[in-house]
């Protein structure tokens, strides 16, 4: 369950990254209002992307654990 929120949590960070990149780059407004918060885009758009490769290397980190543990319960088998 929890792996699929954050998953969720992860999708919607990158479409909200996508969107203040393109928005970014359109109107070329480093600054932003949101609820009446001043936020500065290209830090949400670094934020983003670390997110992003955190949540990369910790699948690939998993992919990686699975097959080890897979490999050894053959072996004993």
Request: glycine content about 4%.
């Amino acid at each position: 369950m929890s792996k699929k929120v954050l998953d969720l949590q992860d999708d919607i960070s990158v479409l909200f990254g996508i969107y203040f990149a393109v928005r970014f780059i359109y109107t070329k407004e480093v600054y932003i209002q949101i609820y009446g918060y001043t936020v500065n885009t290209l830090s949400v758009l670094i934020l983003t992307i670390v997110l992003v490769a955190i949540h990369r290397q910790d699948k690939k980190t998993s992919k990686e654990i699975n097959s080890i543990k897979e490999h050894t319960k053959q072996n004993k088998g």
